[in-house]
């Protein structure tokens, strides 16, 4: 269990701490909660009506301050308050829902569970405050500065204490922050364990001693991140994008490092034998070959001879597997980058999670194949057969389709390429080829077609809600 230092010895022994004195009588209690001024929904709809003529520069315009207010459980959803002081507030279970609070000041301020889904936080001061249980997915948090910070006061007796709210600690512990874009946010010395980062955007973002101890990074965007001496101890990184990332003596004790993609990584000041990695092919208990040829009995046979081929979390890379029969077998989280899988048969194959980057497969058979959040950035794919697998009646009946929700085909060449029916949410086609594909009947939802060459392809009945960068004539 994580573990964090006193708040007063760590607010003042740690550099760049924020510190902010407020002069107030000690009410005796042990929360200070009672100090508070309750704000309530009327006072709060007033007071962001003169605001957002402060932010417009209109009439009868006054800056919020809700600096030590208690706006708990209040609905702030689709506010602007962008500029608005909150310094030491309580917004305990606020709705602050695609809220906007560009530049907002929430130095201290408590937002234990409050639900901040699709906000802009961009350039916020929420330094010391408590987001532990937050509900942040899909917000916006470019350039906020999340680091450690105390808020003081003086007693009667005039001496200078921490200003803390019952059960606050500053840090995002235990918070949810799915697909939130986080690029350049400074979180340095910050304790946010056990965080859902799943898709986020962390580019340029600093962790600098931050404890991040059984987090959630899958699919994170990590290029130009710093996590310089960082705790990573326990988190999961699948799928993650590691690209000119600083890890200098970060601690990995634990981390599950399998599937993630490194490129222009410096490893040389971090140890990774305690972290969790792919399989060497000089660690397998059989031979390459051999599992190829017992599976493909297997699949000859209907499972009654030979053995599923299992090469889940295994170091493939650069490896001819060109013309093999692999259909249903297990390749999750393989690294498979380089490889020749040119003319194979993956069909119902699941390769989730796989490092599939300039691999080759062109005109592999891949219906019904699963590539859950693979990466096939810069892969061949030129005539590949990705359509559905028709089950028959005597095992259930019905179509197994090919499932590649939020894979990456940034850069990959998909000409001629049939997609047919396939599930493809989320998909990255940046710059790919798909020239003459066939993506008719493909669910495209919140697919990335920008800058993709799409002269010739079907897109005949597809779903395209939330496509971007695809214009069709």
């Known amino acids: ?7 007063v010895p760590r607010g003042r022994a740690r550099r760049g701490k924020g510190l902010l004195l407020k002069t107030m009588a000690d009410s005796g209690s042990k929360s200070d909660q009672a100090s508070w001024e309750k704000v309530t929904q009327a006072d709060l709809l007033e007071i962001a009506l003169k605001h957002r003529n402060f ?5 009868d315009a006054k800056r919020a301050s809700f600096n030590f207010h208690d706006l708990s459980y209040l609905d702030l959803s689709g506010m602007d308050l962008s500029q608005a002081d909150f310094t030491g507030a309580l917004l305990c279970h606020a709705d602050m829902t695609e809220g906007k609070f560009v530049n907002t000041n929430f130095f201290a301020a408590d937002l234990r569970s409050a639900m901040v889904c699709r906000a802009d936080l961009s350039r916020s001061d929420l330094r010391g405050a408590c987001l532990a249980g937050a509900n942040l997915t899909g917000a916006i948090l470019n350039d906020a500065d999340m680091r450690d910070g105390v808020l003081l006061r003086t007693d009667r007796h005039g001496d200078i204490t921490p200003l803390l709210h019952a059960d606050a600690a500053p840090g995002m512990e235990r918070a949810v922050a799915r697909g939130a874009d986080m690029t350049g946010a400074k979180l340095s010395d910050s304790f946010v364990v056990q965080t859902d980062f799943t898709d986020c955007i962390l580019r340029n973002a600093k962790f600098v001693r931050a404890n991040l101890s ?11 991140a710093d996590f310089t001496g960082a705790n990573l101890a326990g988190a999961i990184f699948h799928g993650a994008m590691f690209s000119n990332t600083q890890l200098d003596n970060a601690d990995l004790t634990g981390a599950d490092l399998i599937g993630a993609i490194f490129e222009s990584v410096d490893l040389s000041k971090v140890d990774l034998s305690k972290a969790k990695m792919p399989l060497s092919l000089e660690k397998m208990e059989r031979s390459l070959k051999d599992i190829i040829v017992e599976h493909g009995q297997w699949v000859g046979t209907g499972g009654k001879k030979g053995k599923r081929a299992v090469l889940a979390k295994t170091d493939l890379h650069g490896q001819d597997l060109s013309s093999v029969n692999l259909s249903a077998a297990d390749l999750s989280f393989a690294i498979l980058k380089g490889a020749d899988l040119s003319k194979t048969a993956l069909l ?18 891949l219906r019904g194949v699963k590539l859950v959040r693979a990466n096939m950035g810069g892969a061949d794919l030129v005539a590949a057969v990705f359509s559905e697998v028709v089950i028959s009646n005597r095992a259930g009946g019905g179509e197994w389709k090919a499932n590649l929700d939020r894979a990456s085909l940034k850069g990959a060449r998909l000409n001629g390429a049939v ?11 940046t710059d790919a080829d798909l020239r003459d594909a066939d993506l008719s009947g493909a669910t495209l939802t919140d697919a990335n077609f920008t800058g993709a060459d799409v002269r010739g392809a079907n897109f005949t009945n597809t779903d395209r809600r939330g496509v971007r960068g695809l214009t069709l004539d």
């Not at 269990?1 to 708040?7: E, I, K």
């Open 419 to 429: 997609l047919k029916h396939s599930l493809l949410t989320g998909v990255d086609f």
């Open 348 to 365: 119902m194959a699941d390769l989730s999670f796989a490092d599939l980057r300039a691999a080759r497969l062109s005109r592999a058979d």
């Open 55 to 59: 932010v417009s520069s209109k009439r």
């Open 1 to 7: 269990m994580a573990t964090r230092p006193a708040s």
């Open 214 to 224: 059984n987090s959630n990074l899958t699919g994170c965007i990590l290029e130009g």
